[in-house]
C-alpha cells in the first residue's frame, strides 16, 4: 500500500515562496507524481506532474514559470517550488501518485493535503 504524506504549506505574504514536500511510502517508481489543488468553492485542479524515471514535466498554465516540479528518487520525494506566490494560490495541495496526466481520475494515490494561503 502507498502512502503519501505532504508537509510545507503556510501562511506567506504574495510574491513570496514556499516549498512544499510529499514523501511517499511504497513502489511508485514507474508512474508519475502529480500535485493538485482545490480552493475553497472550487473543484480540484492539476498543478503539475514528473515522471519517477525520466523527470518529464507537466504544468497548468495558471503556474508555469512559477512553479517547478521536482523529485528526489533515493528518497522517494517530490518537491513543489513555489515562487511569486499570489492571493489565488490559495487552496489545499495534494499530492497524487501511481497515475500520469492532469486528470485527478488517473492517480491511485492520494495524500492529505497541506494548506497554502497567500496573503495579499
Known amino acids: 500500500q502507498v502512502q503519501l504524506v505532504e508537509s510545507g504549506g503556510g501562511l506567506v505574504q504574495a510574491g513570496g515562496s514556499l516549498r512544499l514536500s510529499c514523501a511517499a511510502s511504497?513502489?511508485?517508481?514507474?508512474?508519475?507524481a502529480g500535485w493538485f489543488r482545490q480552493a475553497p468553492g472550487k473543484e480540484r485542479e492539476f498543478v503539475a506532474t514528473i515522471s519517477w524515471i525520466s523527470g518529464t514535466t507537466l504544468y497548468a498554465d495558471s503556474v508555469k514559470g512559477r512553479f517547478t516540479v521536482s523529485r528526489d528518487n533515493a528518497k522517494n520525494t517530490v518537491y513543489l517550488q513555489m515562487n511569486s506566490l499570489q492571493p489565488e494560490d490559495t487552496a489545499l495541495y495534494y499530492c497524487?501518485?501511481?497515475?500520469?496526466?492532469?486528470?485527478?481520475?488517473?492517480?491511485?494515490?492520494w495524500g492529505q493535503g497541506t494548506q497554502v494561503t497567500v496573503s495579499s
Open positions: 497524487a501518485a501511481g497515475g500520469w496526466g492532469t486528470s485527478e481520475s488517473r492517480y491511485a494515490y
Open positions: 511504497g513502489r511508485i517508481s514507474s508512474s508519475y
